[in-house]
């Protein structure tokens, strides 16, 4: 069945340290990936999607994803974090479900930042 | 231009009661959905529309009901709720073309509680 996996239920890093947020997929055909990030109390918002093409996407906010099609992964970077960047970070895989597009989203990893 | 709108943003309910959650958009968007998001379970489909006037099932649909009399609206009914419906509801929206993805507009979520 497919699935997608973010390994990490939280992380803890310091303002201006870099960032990976991991994500796997098990998906037989090469996926639609996305990267939402969702602040306290409020809807997603997509940062960055991959469909096709360059394998390194760049993202709003500074973001940026690597697909690994031999990993099976899709993990999220930023070089530099922002206090700001505090939010649950989703990665999810759209795929054709016979009728209609379907979005599996992965658990989620919770993101904070200290000072 | 509000994008998806949701409403109420907040309700508690006590168990066997009914209630209708609203989603609106205002993108002209052929494609609607109902999520639901639980702690360490990502979001889940309950149902979605590919149109007016039709509606289908998601991953999770039982105990709801939806109706898609308007284009841009889309309804999501609990005829008798339940202690496991508590739960924050996403609604999504996005366009209709299966030629090129189009990625999913969310909108802020409504935090229900059932007693």
């Known amino acids: 069945a497919q699935s997608v996996t973010q390994p990490d239920i939280h992380i803890t890093v310091s303002e201006g340290a870099s960032l990976e947020l991991r994500c796997n997929y098990s998906y037989g055909a090469t996926p639609y990936l996305f990267w939402y990030v969702q602040s306290p109390g409020q809807g997603l918002q997509l940062l960055l999607k991959y469909f096709s093409g360059d394998t390194l996407v760049q993202g709003i906010k500074g973001f940026e994803a690597e697909f690994k099609r031999s990993q099976s992964s899709f993990n999220l970077r930023k070089p530099s974090v922002h206090w700001s960047d505090a939010a649950e970070y989703f990665c999810?895989?759209?795929?054709?479900?016979?009728?209609?597009?379907?979005?599996?989203f992965g658990a989620g990893t919770r993101l904070a930042v200290h000072p | 231009n509000a994008g998806v709108t949701q409403t109420p943003k907040f309700r508690v309910l006590k168990t066997g009661q009914s209630m209708t959650l609203l989603c609106a958009q205002d993108?002209?968007?052929?494609?609607m959905y109902w999520y639901r998001q639980d702690p360490g379970m990502g979001l889940r489909l309950i149902h979605y529309s590919v149109g007016e006037g039709t509606t289908a099932k998601g991953e999770v649909p039982d105990g709801y009901n939806v109706s898609r009399l308007k284009k841009q609206n889309f309804l999501l009914g609990l005829e008798s709720a339940a202690p496991s419906q508590t739960s924050v509801y996403f609604c999504?929206?996005?366009?209709?073309?299966?030629?090129?993805?189009?990625?999913?507009?969310f909108g802020p979520g409504t935090r229900l509680t059932v007693l």
């Open positions: 999504a929206s996005r366009e209709g073309s299966l030629a090129d993805y189009n990625e999913q507009f």
């Open positions: 993108m002209n968007h052929e494609y």
């Open positions: 999810a895989v759209d795929l054709w479900a016979g009728g209609y597009n379907k979005l599996i």
